[in-house]
Structures are given as C-alpha cells and as structure tokens.
C-alpha cells in the first residue's frame, strides 16, 4: 500500500472533544489508508469545552505536512467576527493545494480568515443567523449536513463530522472502502436529507404515519419510472401531505432525494462492475446514459468514465 495520507487534526481552545476524535475514528479504519495527527496552537494542553484538558503532542508546524487538515468545533461562546491572531498563524502554516475540512463552528475561523468569500459553505443551523450577519460574503446553505467546495469541505454540528469524514473516504477510496468505515465504526454510510430534519419542529402529532418505509419500497424500485404520485400512494397520503411529510422527516423533497439515491447506487456500480453506463442508468432509474452523465457530472463534476477509473484503473472507454 502507498504511503497513508496525513491528516492533521486542529484542536482549537475550548473544542468539543467528541467531534475531536471524529477523524481519528472515522479515517482512522480506513485500514490504514490515512495517518491522523493532533496539534494544537499554543502549547501541548488545550482546554476543551467541558471539566477537563487534552494534551496533544504536536504543535501548529505540523500542519505544514498535511494533506488534508480537520477544524472541529469549538466552543461557541468563544466565537469573535475576527481572526485570534494564533488560529490567524496556525492557518498561515497551511500549505495551498491542502484541503481544508470544518465541523460545525470550525467554519467561522475559515469565514473569519476570508476563506470562504464567495464560495458555498454550512455550519450548525443553530448558528446559521449569527454566520450571515457576520460573513454575508459567505454563500450559506444551513441546510445541508455538509458542503464539497473542492479544497475546503464544511460540515454542521456534531455527528456530521461522521458525514463529512466518510464522504473523504468514499471521495479518495470508493464507496466500498466507506462502506466497510461505516460498518466498522456502527454508523450509516450515507444520512438521507440535511440539517432540516433536525431543526426544531412540533412534536408529530400520535400515530401518524411517516415516510420511511416507503423511502424503503422506493429504494428497492429505483430502476423503474417512480413518480411522486406512487410513492405518496404507497404511503396512503395525498401528494401535498406527502411532501410536506417527506420534507419534514429527510430535509430535502421526495424528488431530490430520489435523485440521489440513483446517483449513489450509480456510483457503486461504476466501482464494483463492469457494467456500461447504459446498462447502469437503466438499472438505477434513469432514462438513458446521457442523463446518468448528466446527474452524475452535475453531483461531483466528473464522468462516468473518470469516476469509474478512479476507483477500478484504467479499462474500455465505457462514456
């Protein structure tokens, strides 16, 4: 195997400890296709934002041999609109070209340090009101569990880390490789919706039905011409109800979630077959190959062909 890919973690004055060990966990059985490090910025004991302190053994100077550098979350109550001139120094130390990946309050430094102006980012929806009004030049998306802008990845709060953290390992290894992550560390290797589902609503009123098994059914259907008027029917709901319902529970419409679905079912036929890529639209749903190119280069910018040889090497020019 090739040399691990470094990670270097940023633990920041007051972080969250969970979220601290989210890439250690997370890339870290990635059976060793990562190294993860964790540096803080002033000194080796960092105060976290509960009753104790870590030490880490590394400082800022390491971030300079990342790959990719992790931000987690610190404590909100310690936000500023600037840049603390030691997280400013920290981030100086990071070499262009690196990507750069936020959890939650993470992305303010990011938005504080300008660099984020102009480019799509989320964070904790909680605090989405507060990260406009400081950082309008920010194209904030609240409603996401997390935002792929290239070379810097933000996430929301808490367990999007986990998102965020596969979706490296899906991007860099496949889904195969995520998926084995996912199972390894007991957590789904793909979350349905956004930061929408979480956000505070009315308690659902007593036995009303919901939307899940008919996202199940759908799921096992996605080869064939589903419409929304099939899947509200399945859930013995009328279509607006059905929507809202959907919307309520997942966070994103019943047809962007369909869409989805048949691009990640896609996506592990392109690493795990040899099948065309008109074979594989028609077995996920969509109409003919050019559509598949289409959805697909529109949700991660690339092919099925380049897709498919990242994952399985060079083979026959199957676009």
């Not at 964790?38 to 934002?49: A, D, F, P, Y």
């Not at 390491?62 to 404590?75: C, E």
């Not at 986990?162 to 084995?180: F, I, K, M, T, Y």
């Not at 869409?259 to 592990?268: E, G, P, S």
Request: include cysteine; hydrophobic fraction near 40%.
């Amino acid at each position: 195997m090739s040399t691990p890919h470094r990670v270097v973690v940023l633990a920041l004055p007051g972080v969250y400890p969970f979220e601290l060990g989210i890439p250690n966990r997370v890339l870290g059985s990635a059976e060793d296709r990562y190294e993860v490090l964790t540096c803080g910025i002033e000194g080796s004991s960092v105060r976290t934002n509960t009753d104790f302190a870590i030490t880490v053994e590394h400082g800022p100077e390491v971030l300079s041999t990342a790959g990719t550098v992790v931000i987690p979350p610190f404590d909100h109550h310690l936000l500023s609109q600037g840049l603390p001139s030691a997280a400013g120094a920290a981030l100086d130390a990071i070499r262009p070209g690196t990507r750069v990946v936020s959890i939650c309050t993470g992305a303010f430094l990011l938005a504080a340090a300008g660099w984020l102006d102009g480019r799509p980012a989320t964070t904790h929806w909680k605090l989405a009101p507060l990260f406009r009004q400081w950082y309008p030049r920010v194209d904030l998306d609240p409603d996401v569990l997390f935002v792929d802008d290239g070379d810097l990845l933000t996430s929301a709060g808490a367990a999007s880390g986990v998102d965020v953290c596969l979706h490296l390992v899906r991007a860099d290894h496949g889904s195969e490789v995520a998926n084995r992550v996912a199972r390894a560390c007991v957590v789904p290797p793909w979350r349905d919706g956004g930061q929408a589902q979480y956000i505070e609503q009315p308690v659902p009123e007593e036995g009303r039905d919901g939307t899940a098994a008919t996202r199940g059914w759908a799921l096992e259907r996605l080869g064939e011409p589903l419409a929304l008027s099939d899947l509200a029917a399945h859930a013995n709901m009328s279509l607006r109800t059905f929507i809202r319902r959907f919307n309520e529970e997942v966070g994103v419409s019943p047809g962007r979630w369909l869409t989805q679905q048949r691009i990640l079912r896609a996506r592990h036929l392109l690493e795990s077959t040899d099948l065309p890529v008109e074979d594989i639209a028609g077995q996920v749903g969509f109409a003919t190959g050019t559509s598949l190119r289409q959805h697909l280069r529109a949700a991660i910018g690339v092919s099925p062909l380049t897709y498919r040889r990242t994952f399985r090497g060079a083979m026959a020019d199957v676009s």
